[in-house]
């Protein structure tokens, strides 16, 4: 089934470890976002990517770094994990970039908590 | 600045009796709009889109939402509630700035009973 696949589903971590969330696409959209999700606050982009090779800061990058090697893949890291870092976090994509908004596809999240 | 206001943070309804959840909107340009659906533990599905064409936009499931530019709304109907509709529904705003910026409202959770 076409789609996006998260990696890991649940992560419990300890404040000051490194993380990748993985996350993959078979669609061969070009756009692909990360997004976290906290209660009361919607979803807060990360960063987003609108082609392999490039990427941008949305609107709470602190913390987080990228990568988009390849069209299919686009990792979030956390370099060195902090509580307030505990979140659901969504990876996204979306066809090419036309200049007018379109529809996101989403994975099914990555919950992670930081201890 | 551009910004979106969920009205409501839980709605409860019975099944068989309409929905509505409210969503206002900031925008100093003319505005692409959603409403994204998110089911417990997954991730977030479009429903609708408005893109400057009709105002009245049907979605998926029986939902639909009107664009009333004078009232910077675009809330979320359905004429009658199923079960199956429980769920977080969030208000989206979707601005043109070098790639696809969406600003998402808090969400409103919507309770369906028997």
């Known amino acids: 089934i076409a789609g996006i696949t998260q990696a890991p589903t649940s992560q419990i971590l300890a404040a000051g470890r490194r993380m990748t969330l993985r996350c993959t696409q078979d669609?061969?959209?070009?756009?692909m976002y990360w997004y976290r999700q906290d209660l009361g606050l919607g979803l807060r982009l990360i960063h987003y990517?609108?082609?392999?090779?490039?990427?941008g800061k949305g609107e709470v990058p602190d913390g987080y770094s990228v990568s988009r090697a390849n069209t299919d893949d686009f990792p979030l890291t956390l370099a060195s994990a902090v509580p307030s870092q505990t979140s659901v976090y969504f990876c996204?994509?979306?066809?090419?970039?036309?200049?007018?908004?379109?529809?996101?596809?989403f994975g099914e999240g990555s919950r992670l908590t930081v201890l | 600045a551009q910004s979106v206001t969920q009205l409501d943070s839980h709605v409860s309804v019975s099944e068989g009796t309409p929905v509505l959840l409210r969503c206002n909107y900031s925008?100093?340009?003319?505005?692409?709009l959603f409403w994204y659906v998110q089911h417990p533990n997954k991730g977030l599905q479009l429903l609708l889109k408005?893109?400057?064409?009709?105002?009245l936009v049907k979605g998926i499931n029986g939902f639909e939402a009107e664009f009333k530019k004078s009232e910077t709304s675009f809330h979320l109907t359905k004429p009658s509630a199923h079960m199956s509709d429980a769920a977080e529904y969030f208000c989206?705003?979707?601005?043109?700035?070098?790639?696809?910026?969406?600003?998402f409202g808090a969400g409103t959770r919507l309770a369906v009973h028997p």
């Open positions: 990517s609108n082609t392999a090779g490039t990427t």
């Open positions: 669609m061969r959209h070009n756009a």
């Open positions: 925008s100093s340009y003319s505005p692409s």
């Open positions: 408005y893109t400057s064409a009709a105002t």
């Open positions: 989206v705003v979707g601005l043109t700035g070098g790639y696809n910026k969406l600003i």
């Open positions: 996204a994509s979306s066809g090419d970039w036309t200049g007018s908004v379109g529809e996101l596809f």
